[in-house]
């Protein structure tokens, strides 16, 4: 397997109690990854480990490493805004930043300096909306407040957002439960056009979600990983029993 | 249609009538007495608003109906009520963020919350009479600084409150959707803190102000009164409110005359900032987040 990102030895405290209880896994390159368990398993905090998220909240400890691309994005010297500039985030609920809808998609690329004038932000912001599939819907009111949109708009305009700071990798925490079934479809035909260029990490609660999308299985229980493989061989054949408890008490 | 009772006269009917009742009843009553006091202040200051009343100071014998105008009390007051705000300001930025940061919704922050609130409320000669005190105990005279010092104290507890209500309404996500980008927090707190919470401040300093510039009783005793304009922090000040307070007590109509025509001035100025900022934080307003 080419693997996109390596969790070694990954152990997570939040002040007393341990979340996480060394996780060893291995995150395939351009495919999509969909981490499962019942919910407090610890899939939001195996997620936040992997942008560096886990440091906003006080009190957490980590040891263990989380590789990308073989580099410890622990490691003293990694600046934690470049790894999350590689590494994007979609959220649980869409959070527009409080501007435009064009001033949204270009709030990032502006940070990193990623372009040169007017004019390539005008084509970049085209382009990522166009990826997001929201461009047919806004390129009327790009100067509109984001907040004016629907939440699924919401949620792909944080999508167009987050690609165009060109990452690598795509985490997503349930990027669907806040979402209507249409918005939620629309979104999940975008991470499958997009996973040809870019390793996408879900986390659902949804098995039918899971199995619409996976291509490869991380199944967690109690802060551990019990079983992780392709997504077929998980489904079809899981090779745990708690594993094998879960996907047939949630059909 | 059948199942659907006609409307009859039932008492819960005739309470919903009895309080929209009371409710129109205060709404005229408040909206009444508004129009009526502008009513009074256009009609008696319209005539003795002039040109010289806000580009000269008062001349000889103006007190007694003779030339000149309030330029003093007109700048005296801005002065006054801009150095408040900008004295108050310093103070409750740091003192709002710091409940916010630091006591949040903690034993602490309820008594520090409680005791702003407090504060809000002591009438204003109160806080004159505490700056009066002060000021004899350390041999000072009345002066601008000392003014735009009680001011400021005055004007704290309204903008610390309205900018601690403003940073907690600020949602987390957001500051972690700029930081998912890969901001800095320097970023974050410039180009998306500020952002949203931009209106609310503007309201709190504007609120603030307008405590400040229609304030008499405390610069009564703090900033004093002069027919000079302003050239020193060191020097009394006139003022607005006194102007109007000292001329509407004078046994001459003109005067009298004059002071409603200096209230028209200051109710110009309040009704400007309010109107101004109005337009301002509905203006920033357009991006924020609810
Ligand atoms: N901020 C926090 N402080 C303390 N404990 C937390 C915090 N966040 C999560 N936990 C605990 O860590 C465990 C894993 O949580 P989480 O990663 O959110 O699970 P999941 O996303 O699978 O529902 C749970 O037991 C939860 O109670
Ligand atoms: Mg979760």
Same mark, same amino acid.
């Given at each position: 397997m080419d693997a996109h990102i390596q969790v070694k030895n990954l152990n997570v405290y939040y002040s007393k109690q341990q979340a996480l209880k060394n996780i060893n896994i291995e995150i395939p390159k351009n495919q999509i990854t969909v981490i499962m368990g019942p919910s407090g398993c610890g899939k939001t905090t195996l997620l936040k480990t992997f942008n560096r998220? #886990?440091? #906003? %909240?006080?009190?957490t400890q980590l040891t263990g490493e989380v590789l990308v691309d073989g580099q410890n994005i622990y490691d003293r010297d990694v600046d934690v805004t470049e790894v999350r500039k590689v590494v994007g985030l979609l959220a649980q609920r869409p959070s527009p930043l409080p501007m435009s809808i064009y001033d949204n998609v270009v709030y990032g690329m502006n940070i990193h300096r990623m372009k040169k004038d007017r004019k390539e932000y005008k084509a970049a912001v085209r382009h990522y909306l166009e990826i997001a599939g929201l461009w047919d819907e806004v390129h009327k009111r #790009?100067?509109?407040?984001? %907040? +004016? #949109? +629907?939440i699924g708009q919401q949620q792909r305009l944080c999508l167009a957002r987050g690609l165009a700071v060109e990452p690598e990798i795509i985490l997503g925490d349930e990027p669907t439960s806040a979402l209507d079934p249409i918005s939620s479809q629309n979104i999940e035909s975008r991470l499958i056009e997009l996973k040809k260029q870019y390793t996408t990490v879900i986390v659902t609660h949804t098995l039918r979600q899971a199995k619409r999308l996976a291509d490869y299985v991380i199944y967690m229980y109690l802060g551990e990983v019990i079983e992780a493989g392709s997504a077929r061989e998980v489904f079809n054949d899981p090779q745990h029993e708690r594993t094998r408890a879960y996907l047939e008490g949630q059909i | 249609m059948g199942f659907l009772k006609k409307k009859r006269w039932q008492r819960r009917h005739l309470v919903e009538t009895f309080m929209k009742f009371i409710m129109r009843f205060s709404l005229v009553i408040v909206a009444g007495s508004l129009g009526l006091i502008l009513w009074i202040v256009v009609v008696r200051g319209t005539p003795a608003l002039s040109l010289d009343m806000v580009t000269k100071i008062p001349e000889g014998g103006y007190y007694m109906g003779k030339g000149g105008g309030i330029l003093n009390a007109i700048l005296g007051s801005l002065y006054l009520a801009s150095g408040g705000t900008l004295l108050a300001m310093i103070f409750s930025v740091p003192i709002a963020m710091y409940l916010k940061t630091y006591l949040g919704d903690s034993k602490w922050g309820y008594y520090v919350r409680l005791s702003l609130d407090v504060l809000w409320g002591i009438p204003s000669i109160v806080y004159g009479a505490f700056g009066f005190t002060l000021m004899i105990a350390l041999g000072l005279r009345a002066s601008l600084l000392a003014g735009i010092i009680i001011l400021a104290l005055i004007e704290l507890p309204i903008m610390t409150r309205a900018m601690d209500e403003v940073i907690r309404r600020m949602p987390i996500d957001l500051e972690h959707a700029a930081l998912a980008l890969g901001s800095t927090k320097f970023e974050v707190a410039l180009r998306v803190v500020t952002r949203q919470m931009l209106p609310g401040i503007t309201t709190a300093i504007l609120l603030g102000f307008g405590r400040g510039i229609g304030d008499a009783a405390s610069v009564l005793f703090t900033a004093g009164y002069t027919d000079r304009i302003p050239t020193s922090l060191m020097r009394p000040t006139a003022s607005l409110p006194l102007a109007v307070f000292f001329q509407l007590g004078s046994p001459y109509p003109e005067v009298q005359q004059r002071g409603y025509a200096a209230a028209l001035i200051l109710t110009i100025i309040v009704l400007a900032v309010s109107l101004g900022s109005r337009w301002l934080s509905a203006r920033l307003n357009k991006y924020t987040i609810k």
């Open positions: 998220f #886990l440091e #906003l %909240t006080g009190g #790009l100067h509109d407040p984001a %907040t +004016s #949109l +629907s | -």
